[in-house]
């Protein structure tokens, strides 16, 4: 079953720590992308990876941390400096340059 | 700023109608453009994209997309309830040399009323 997988799909975080959210594709698209969704903002990129061993900060990236190691994960950490962490995440992946996204099924951080 | 703008509804249909859904976008060197659909609580689902001026039909969806006018729009025929979920439009854009990016709209709810 080809796909993306997302995990913990439930978070919970206390003040002033560091998690890390799983992405894991084997679709062997070389582009994955983490995103941020908030009620009423919709979908905001915090950071991208074109090929493995690099990548690049999206519009929110303050805060997080990614690395790409292997062309199937894109691992994100959300570190105690993001100052409002609570959201729905979700990891995508595509065909280099082709931009036609597919989802996770997203991971809901909470910070309690 | 590049944007995508959508009608945030909520739109309301009646079972069996068709449903448009409608986008517009800033960028005019934007060569893709897609409709994701998204149920409350779960993860955006790519349901068409489109590369061309022109209509594309899949199903019962219909994308439509002008150049010229910078709109795309989504058709939904034979609505059905299970189809009640908001519809986000996104639109590759350029930035920093070849370099492309997606540009989302906030979403259109969709509600299809039995």
């Known amino acids: 079953d080809g796909g993306i997988t997302q995990s913990p799909k439930y978070l919970f975080r206390k003040e002033g720590q560091n998690v890390t959210l799983s992405c894991e594709q084997n679709?062997?698209?070389?582009?994955m992308y983490w995103y941020r969704q908030d009620p009423g903002q919709g979908l905001r990129l915090i950071y991208y990876?074109?090929?493995?061993?690099?990548?690049q900060k999206g519009d929110i990236a303050e805060g997080y941390s990614v690395s790409r190691e292997k062309k199937e994960s894109f691992p994100l950490t959300v570190t105690s400096a993001q100052k409002n962490p609570t959201a729905f995440y979700l990891c995508?992946?595509?065909?280099?340059?082709?931009?036609?996204?597919?989802f996770g099924q997203g991971t809901r951080l909470t910070v309690v | 700023q590049k944007e995508v703008e959508q009608n945030s509804g909520p739109l309301s249909v009646p079972e069996g109608a068709i449903a448009s859904l409608n986008c517009t976008y800033s960028?005019?060197?934007?060569?893709?453009f897609f409709w994701y659909r998204q149920y409350s609580g779960k993860s955006p689902e790519l349901i068409m994209s489109?590369?061309s001026n022109g209509d594309k039909e899949d199903g019962r969806f219909t994308a439509q997309l002008n150049k010229a006018s910078q709109y795309v729009s989504l058709l939904i025929r034979d609505s059905q309830p299970s189809d009640s979920a908001t519809y986000l439009c996104?639109?590759?854009?350029?930035?920093?040399?070849?370099?492309?990016?997606?540009?989302w709209g906030l979403g259109t709810s969709l509600a299809v009323n039995p």
């Open positions: 996104a639109v590759t854009s350029s930035y920093a040399g070849n370099n492309r990016k997606l540009i």
């Open positions: 990876s074109q090929i493995v061993n690099d990548f």
């Open positions: 960028d005019r060197v934007s060569q893709s």
């Open positions: 995508a992946s595509s065909i280099y340059g082709l931009n036609e996204a597919f």
């Open positions: 489109i590369y």
């Open positions: 679709l062997n698209h070389d582009a």
